[in-house]
């Protein structure tokens, strides 16, 4: 009930291609959803979050879309660049829109992108 | 303005000894949360402090311990380290209050056991 599932696991895009990883969730009371950035060596970096009574979300060329019914979220990004080459892990929580408190984030078992030139 | 600044960045130990992370959170910040990020995985949640308690925990034992000083930062401390224990130890901070506060990390602290 507390699981992200997250896949694939990798993915190779060609250059100005659609990166797409798509994350499950089972638990209804998860009510952030946000997407982090991971480069070797550095922490993750938040990419772009959605609440659940949104269905898509955009900021620059990283799109969330969110299906509430299904349980399912999945990052899009386009016009994937290889400077985009890095480990993309979504993740969960829950009761943050009473707390404002994201602390406890369940996350996926990450995505390692490869943007080939 | 500084981010989440995390010491030591690298630390390798024995077996059975005890080792203290340190973490300063990002200015502004009120709340750390610690997480355990084995290599090729997903960061798990230890535990999260704010105004100097305890708030949340996640599923490790008790050798997984903390603390937050006034000043916001915080220490993890392992007791009788286990080979499993390897692994990148993230720190985390944000703001408990009003609206949603995204997590801030730091870039770790790599503890190696032998």
């Known amino acids: 009930q507390q699981q992200v599932k997250q896949s694939p696991q990798s993915l190779i895009v060609q250059k100005g291609g659609i990166s797409i990883i798509n994350c499950a969730y089972e638990?209804?009371?998860?009510?952030?959803f946000p997407w982090y950035q991971q480069f070797p060596g550095k922490g993750p970096a938040l990419l772009i979050a959605?609440?659940?009574d949104v269905s898509e979300k955009k900021e620059g060329r990283f799109t969330i879309s969110f299906n509430k019914s299904a349980k399912q979220f999945s990052l899009h990004i386009m016009d994937s660049q290889p400077g985009d080459s890095a480990t993309y892990f979504c993740?969960?929580?829950?009761?943050?829109w009473g707390s404002g408190n994201t602390g406890k984030l369940i996350f996926g078992q990450g995505t390692t992108l490869q943007v080939k030139p | 303005d500084a981010g989440v600044t995390q010491s030591p960045t690298h630390l390798i130990k024995t077996r059975g000894q005890q080792v203290t992370l340190r973490c300063s959170p990002k200015?502004?910040?009120?709340?750390v949360s610690w997480y355990q990020q084995a290599l090729g995985q997903g960061p798990q949640f230890i535990f999260q402090?704010?105004?100097?308690?305890?708030?949340q925990r996640g599923n490790f034992p008790d050798r997984f311990s903390g603390h937050q000083f006034p000043n916001y930062s915080s220490e993890l401390n392992v007791n009788a380290l286990l080979l499993g224990d390897s692994a990148l130890y993230l720190c985390?901070?944000?703001?408990?209050?009003?609206?949603?506060?995204?997590?801030?990390f730091g870039n770790g602290t790599r503890l190696t056991v032998t």
């Open positions: 985390a901070s944000s703001v408990t209050g009003g609206a949603e506060s995204p997590l801030h």
């Open positions: 200015s502004g910040h009120d709340t």
């Open positions: 402090y704010y105004e100097e308690e305890e708030r």
């Open positions: 638990n209804t009371a998860f009510d952030y």
């Open positions: 959605i609440r659940p």
């Open positions: 993740a969960a929580s829950m009761g943050v």
